[in-house]
């Protein structure tokens, strides 16, 4: 067994040293998020500030990056977050995991914080911890041109540097956005992280790992999802899907649906703004959009930017969104939680409770504004901290649309249920991917499982969630994991008799998901039609990975993080959704049109083995072989 390679960094005192990992810890967490949040509550206190120089902050990869199976090229951040105060994990494409494996390591574990900006330099199993003075001030597409351009690169820009608390990290245009994870490089002054080495990836039965995976790079480019819609249109094909369901946040969450969205549809980026596509490494999607500004070619926005820099701020400028996209990824900001602030500070303004001179559907002064968050310039500063802070000094509790502090994603829980369950159980606070993208089975995906009706939603969502994590674990994109929705309701189309009944009946499953989550010790089978990342990863790491204990993996990740915010204080009553979403309904003639949490919840917890409180039962963790971990 090849056990990974850690290396954990003291930036105050300035040493470096191999941190082994345990063969317990590598069999039951692998890597990526589930064992960064294992080495979390390992190695610091409870009640530590994200920016305190005790915190860590770990930067890793799954066992599958850097392999040459498909979508491999995310790697992970961890710490806590700024948000929330609970697990911070942020993950990101780029070429920097990569990298990092290629230098010897899998993960870095740093803490301290050095007394000027630094770089810290991974090559060839050396580190080094080198001035970055001169780098300080300069934007993420500045300083990644400063350096040597055959190097991984992880940055944070203008934003990282003051500690704005939704600041990422960038490497080359894609960026590790959510949680603040570039605030705390900031508070540490680390500016920037690169890699680069030349060692060879090891892999447990490689004539067989490259067998499986053009079988499984042909299986993804065979399927609609995966080979069609994703590279037409990219995330961004979702804006017109989501208006047509209500599910598209507008006006800050007060509606779900305009009629003006398609000015800024993938369907209208690709046919009025599209240059070409693009992709990370090793990935056949190529779902990525590039367009031309200001005379360069640049990356496009995702439907998330699309979204919330359109409809939920009342905008209907493509270019202003392309414009937009651009200046948060060169300060180093989440477009999700900038925006989603922006929108309620709006709000604020209308209902007359606060002015920060952001009005619905003025788009004129919105580059400035960012720029002003990003430099904590006056009142800036306050929208500088996210909603939930505002919220808490200006009021209007009710419409901050953020769970746990973390602002959601781009898609309306009153018309997705599942989603917002999903929203308010997700450690990391307002997630989609964390919590399950049950939008994808309700609101936007080929399948409506009636987006209103609770009955099986909880049961889908645990099985959504721990899918999910497993992947994200393994070092794998969740692009890469839409073909779990066959084939041939793609071909049939959602308003086939076949896949409307499907949708329908699909409300009675909920018994039988509950199944399929207590059989799995017996679902010792792999097959490209479910999770092929399970046999992808077998054949990498040696280790007895089939469906069922794929599985598991994502449910003790899911588990492990839920314990890291269990010690520093958050409760099954941080799993909460604003007023608007709970108590308003979208549609006032249709009362159903709220997201039940108080029917929604006791079943959830049930599924997922917890008490009534949220807490996991002795026998959940011991099932898991987590009873000793309790942090």
Not at 278 to 283: D, N, R, W
Request: positive net charge; hydrophobic residues 40%; charged residues 20%.
């Amino acid at each position: 067994m090849i056990l990974p390679v850690y290396a954990q960094i003291n930036l105050t005192t300035g040493k470096t040293e191999d941190f082994p990992i345990s063969e317990a810890y590598f069999k039951r967490y692998i890597g990526g998020k589930a064992l960064a949040a294992r080495l979390l509550l390992d190695l610091t206190p409870a009640g530590l500030s994200p920016f305190a120089p005790e915190m860590a902050v770990i930067v890793n990869t799954g066992p599958l990056n850097g392999t040459g199976a498909p979508s491999t090229s995310r790697f992970n951040v961890s710490s806590k977050n700024v948000l929330t105060g609970g697990i911070a994990s942020s993950n990101c494409g780029g070429s920097f995991g990569m990298m990092l494996r290629r230098a010897g390591y899998e993960g870095l574990i740093i803490t301290g914080k050095a007394e000027a900006p630094v770089r810290i330099d991974v090559s060839d199993g050396e580190i080094s911890i080198l001035d970055a003075s001169e780098l300080w001030g300069m934007d993420t597409e500045k300083v990644q041109e400063e350096l040597p351009r055959h190097m991984g690169k992880l940055v944070i820009g203008p934003a990282g540097e003051r500690m704005v608390s939704f600041a990422g990290l960038a490497s080359g245009e894609r960026m590790a956005g959510r949680c603040g994870v570039g605030a705390i490089f900031g508070s540490k002054n680390i500016k920037a992280l690169t890699a680069y080495g030349t060692k060879k990836i090891p892999v447990a039965n490689q004539q067989k790992f490259d067998k499986y995976i053009k079988k499984w790079v042909r299986f993804l480019r065979k399927h609609t999802m995966t080979g069609d819609s994703l590279p037409h249109y990219g995330s961004a094909g979702l804006v017109n899907k989501a208006n047509a369901s209500h599910a598209l946040p507008t006006l800050n969450f007060q509606q779900g649906h305009d009629p003006l969205a398609d000015t800024v549809s993938g369907e209208t980026l690709a046919e009025t703004r599209l240059t070409r596509n693009s992709g990370c490494v090793s990935c056949p999607i190529r779902c990525e959009r590039r367009v031309m500004l200001d005379g360069k070619e640049v990356k496009g926005p995702e439907y998330e930017t699309l979204g919330f820099f359109g409809p939920n701020i009342g905008a209907h400028d493509i270019d202003t969104v392309l414009r937009l996209n651009y200046v948060c990824d060169i300060l180093g900001l989440d477009t999700i939680s900038a925006a989603s602030t922006i929108a309620f500070a709006m709000e604020l303004g209308e209902k007359g409770m606060a002015d920060f001179g952001l009005t619905f559907g003025d788009v004129s002064n919105l580059e400035e504004t960012l720029r002003k968050i990003a430099g904590r310039e006056g009142i800036y500063s306050d929208l500088a901290n996210g909603s939930k802070w505002l919220s808490e000094k200006y009021g209007g509790k009710e419409f901050a649309m953020h769970s746990k502090g973390l602002e959601m994603a781009s898609y309306e829980p009153r018309r997705s249920v599942g989603m917002g369950l999903g929203y308010a159980t997700s450690n990391r606070g307002g997630c989609h991917l964390n919590g399950g993208y049950m939008a994808l089975l309700e609101s936007v995906g080929v399948l409506s499982i009636r987006p209103q009706d609770t009955r099986a939603k909880a049961q889908w969502t645990v099985f959504m969630q721990n899918a999910l994590e497993a992947i994200s674990t393994a070092g794998c994109c969740l692009f890469s994991g839409q073909t779990f929705v066959p084939q041939i309701l793609f071909n049939l189309g959602p308003n086939h008799f076949v896949t409307r009944f499907l949708g329908q009946a699909a409300v009675l499953t909920g018994p039988v998901v509950r199944l399929i989550l207590a059989v799995r010790p017996v679902m010792r089978f792999n097959t490209l039609l479910l999770l092929p990342h399970a046999e992808a990863l077998r054949l990498a790491t040696g280790l007895p990975f089939y469906t069922g204990s794929f599985l598991d993996l994502g449910e003790r990740t899911f588990n492990i993080e839920r314990l890291y915010n269990l010690r520093e204080g958050l409760t099954g009553e941080d799993d909460s959704l604003p007023a608007r979403l709970t108590k308003t309904p979208q549609n006032p003639e249709k009362k159903n049109t709220v997201v039940r949490l108080d029917k929604l919840l006791p079943v959830y917890y049930r599924t997922r083995g917890w008490d009534k409180s949220g807490r996991p039962r002795e026998r959940t963790l011991k099932r898991l072989k987590m009873e000793n971990e309790h942090g």
